[in-house]
């Protein structure tokens, strides 16, 4: 089964800190991806990432950064937290191979 | 303005009855994805559908994909409370490695 692991489920910081979110998969998938989900907006791409130090830009990448430094480890910073960036994040990978992308169970973040 | 649009919002019927959640779209997809997420858990995808007119059946669920391949829909037969639950539609339609989302349709099977 593939496993995608995020660091936390929940996470409370406060306006300015730096925060960075973690997500590890185990299937050596190339693709990895970060979204964040709010209530009547659906899942928004914030950036994505097809191979080791590639990154893209999503739908909605300013106030976040991602590092890839190894194929399965995708870590998304959001460099100085504002209270509009408290969400659901969520971490997902995929292979082409296959059309099926598998999601981590989120992080609930909270800005004050 | 989605990409997917997915209705109904909300559906919240009695346990034993019929529902069906829709999935449109003006473009063309490669391939279809539904979801189905829990309060406070990921997406757990359901099913993939990559042919158009196809049709795929898990159980009490029944999927299928329009032959032009713009939309989808989801019938559950006789649905039960464990089927409660968000169902989110996702579609790749530039072959590329990013999906689009539809808003969700929250089903709430009542006992």
């Known amino acids: 089964d593939v496993k995608v692991t995020q660091s936390s489920r ?11 979110l973690e997500c ?12 964040r989900q709010d209530p ?25 950064s991602v590092s ?14 504002s209270t509009n960036q408290t969400s659901m994040y969520l971490c997902a990978s995929w292979t082409l191979a296959s059309y099926e992308q598998y999601f981590g169970p989120g992080t609930r973040l909270t800005v004050t | 303005t989605q990409l997917l649009e997915q209705s109904p919002q909300f559906l919240s019927i009695q346990e034993g009855e019929n529902l069906t959640v829709y ?14 997420q829990e309060p406070g858990e990921g997406p757990v995808l359901l099913v993939t559908v990559v042919t158009g007119g196809e049709v795929k ?3 009490r669920l029944t999927f299928q994909f329009g032959d032009a391949r713009k ?9 039960q409370t464990g089927d409660t639950g968000l169902y989110l539609c996702a579609g790749d339609s530039s072959n590329d490695y990013k999906l689009s989302f539809g808003a969700g349709t929250t089903v709430t099977v009542r006992a």
């Not at chain 1, 009547?40 to 106030?63: A, H, N, Q, T």
Request: aromatic share 14%; charged share 30%; glycine share 6%.
């Open chain 1, 24 to 35: 590890v998969q185990d299937m050596d998938h190339e693709n990895m991806f970060w979204y």
């Open chain 2, 71 to 79: 939309d989808s829909s989801l019938h559950i037969t006789a649905a």
């Open chain 2, 23 to 36: 999935c449109n779209s003006s473009s063309v997809f490669s391939s279809l994805q539904w979801y189905r």
């Open chain 1, 40 to 64: 009547g907006l659906g899942l928004r791409l914030i950036y994505f990432s097809y191979d080791v130090k590639m990154k893209e830009k999503g739908d909605i990448p300013e106030g976040y």
């Open chain 1, 68 to 81: 890839r430094e190894k194929k399965e480890r995708f870590s998304l910073i959001l460099e100085s937290a």
């Open chain 1, 10 to 20: 929940y996470l409370v910081k406060r306006t300015g800190e730096k925060v960075f």
């Open chain 2, 57 to 59: 059946k898990l159980k």
